[in-house]
């Protein structure tokens, strides 16, 4: 027979015991609600094994209530109105490991909601939608969380298109997405790519729409069940997420939606202010939501490897790598430290002593660094198994050798996380980084519109040979490229030969000129 025993916040785990659980209090504010705890497990051998993080609630639990206050310090079983979820996957990985009748005695007595199948009965509570449920999807618990827990592999692969049916003056089309598990180059990233004008932006905008607001959308997403194509259930993302820093976007996005029992959640990274029709968010606003995201990740153990994995990445660009970023973990302990004694963490005055702590690193960097620094971020904080990302021209704000190194950060989220992204780009160093199989290539005559895969392969070609796949021979025989390619034959960087011309090179010259200069810099460096 287990034991269970509560261990004050602050307080060492005992490092022995018999048959013993330790339910470590963690004094986290989720929106008013205390639930989680640290589990470690002493078997009968007197062996530690750590856990991990579990949220505890209870039925008619309400807002600035604590479930540890509600328990006895000792006891075997928790009564029926309580209920538990693991907050990681390595929570349900490191319960598979234990003795099954050690693993079955934990979460019958905890009440688990994966374990027991009755997470879809608590959803009428306030404390589960709210807390428990705060950072976990309903498809990571019917997913991940299910299979990890009866030792199943926890990722796989899936499939599906997006469809849009021919209308009047709407004209048909659909493409699909694979993503393949282990697959090798990673086919967790897709590109749309064409000229301006072929409707890159506007198919992104379909897709959030047909999640968001199908109602709306001219399109919709299916997915095919035996030899059928059926529209995806309601679930079959976990998260939604839209990146775009486009000034010129009309697109509003929508209102973020965080309740995974209302569906897919839907969160956006971008300027477009949400509550303020056509207003832009300031640079202190998205400076807050960049420290916001920073402690979303440093919370959790898991999300911190994460992050500094994508850091190391991106500190291939010798830019990144002098800032220092792996001390704003330092930075949060020590404010976490000075909040500890007074229980307020996670408060607005835990976020405010948080940001000014990092102001000076993120005064001290340029727009695209505190870009990639903000999505990256938010991206950790957010994806999940089966989240979709929708990102349209990152290329705008990013030179060539920072880009590149955020698409490999990226991917290895996606992969790690089994995620996918549809990134709507003009830049052959995306297409560097995906296979042609996961490329569309999008052309436009009159209000024809026609999707293919690139003729050549993408992943690792040469610049200019994806450039030509891009824009098309009409465009490297024109005048304009003529002038460009004058420009970069004489030395300059792509910032120079923008000043040299007064920054008057519109989008699409921009990312050729790009394309130009990363293309004259590999032949060098492979001289």
Not at 155 to 160: A, G, Q, R, S
Not at 177 to 195: C, E, K, M, W, Y
Not at 269 to 277: A, E, M
Request: glycine share 6%; net charge negative; proline share 4%.
């Amino acid at each position: 027979m287990l034991n269970f025993q509560l261990v004050p916040r602050g307080k060492e785990t005992p490092e022995k015991g018999i048959n013993t659980v330790y339910l470590q209090i963690d004094w986290w504010d989720d929106h008013r609600f205390v639930t989680m705890f640290h589990l470690s497990v002493h078997d009968n051998m007197g062996q530690k094994h750590d856990i991990g993080s579990v949220k505890i609630g209870f039925k008619g639990q309400r807002p600035k209530s604590s479930t540890y206050e509600t328990l006895t310090n000792t006891f075997q079983t928790l009564p029926d109105q309580y209920f538990s979820l693991g907050q990681e996957i390595d929570y349900y990985k490191h319960l598979s490991l234990l003795p099954n009748d050690t693993k079955e005695h934990i979460l019958k007595s905890l009440n688990d909601v994966v374990f027991n199948n009755s997470y879809t009965e608590n959803l009428k509570e306030e404390v589960f939608r709210t807390s428990l449920l705060r950072d976990i999807s309903l498809s990571v618990i019917k997913g991940q969380f299910s299979r990890v827990l009866v030792g199943q592999p926890p990722l796989t692969d899936f499939n599906f298109s997006f469809i849009i049916q021919e209308q009047k003056n709407i004209q048909g089309m659909e493409i699909k997405f694979d993503v393949l598990l282990n697959s090798t180059p990673s086919t967790n990233i897709h590109a749309i790519i064409g000229r301006n004008g072929t409707g890159k932006t506007t198919l992104l905008n379909d897709m959030i729409k047909a999640i968001t607001s199908p109602s709306v959308s001219r399109g919709n997403f299916y997915e095919k069940i035996w030899s059928e194509t059926v529209p995806i259930s309601k679930d079959f993302f976990s998260r939604l997420v839209s990146v775009s820093f486009s000034a010129f976007d009309p697109f509003t996005p929508p209102f973020e939606q965080t309740d995974p029992s209302n569906g897919t959640c839907y969160f956006y990274i971008g300027l477009k202010d949400r509550r303020k029709t056509g207003e832009h968010r300031t640079l202190s606003e998205l400076k807050e939501d960049c420290a916001i995201a920073l402690i979303d990740c440093f919370k959790s153990k898991e999300k911190t490897t994460r992050w500094h994995t994508a850091i190391h990445k991106l500190s291939s660009d010798e830019n990144f790598y002098f800032m220092g970023l792996h001390g704003f973990e330092y930075i949060f302990q020590n404010v976490e430290d000075h909040f500890r004694k007074t229980r307020q963490q996670n408060s607005e005055e835990f976020h405010k002593l948080y940001l000014a702590n990092i102001q000076p690193y993120l005064d001290n960097m340029s727009s695209g660094h505190a870009i990639v620094l903000l999505t990256i971020t938010r991206l950790v904080a957010t994806v999940e198994e089966k989240t979709l990302i929708l990102l349209d021209e990152p290329e705008s704000h990013l030179h060539p050798p920072l880009l590149s190194a955020f698409i490999r950060a990226l991917n290895d989220l996606l992969h790690d996380r089994n995620g996918v992204a549809i990134i709507a780009t003009h830049s052959p160093v995306i297409l560097q980084e995906v296979p042609k199989s996961c490329v569309w290539n999008i052309t436009r005559v009159g209000s024809s519109i026609n999707y293919r895969r690139p003729e050549e392969e993408t992943f690792g070609e040469n610049v200019g040979v994806l450039t030509k796949a891009i824009f098309g021979l009409e465009t490297i025989k024109s005048g304009f490229y003529d002038m460009l390619t004058v420009s970069v034959e004489k030395g300059g960087t792509y910032t120079e030969i923008l000043e040299e011309y007064q920054g008057q090179i519109g989008i699409e010259g921009r990312a050729i000129l790009k394309a130009l200069v990363l293309n004259r810099d590999d032949e060098v460096n492979n001289a």
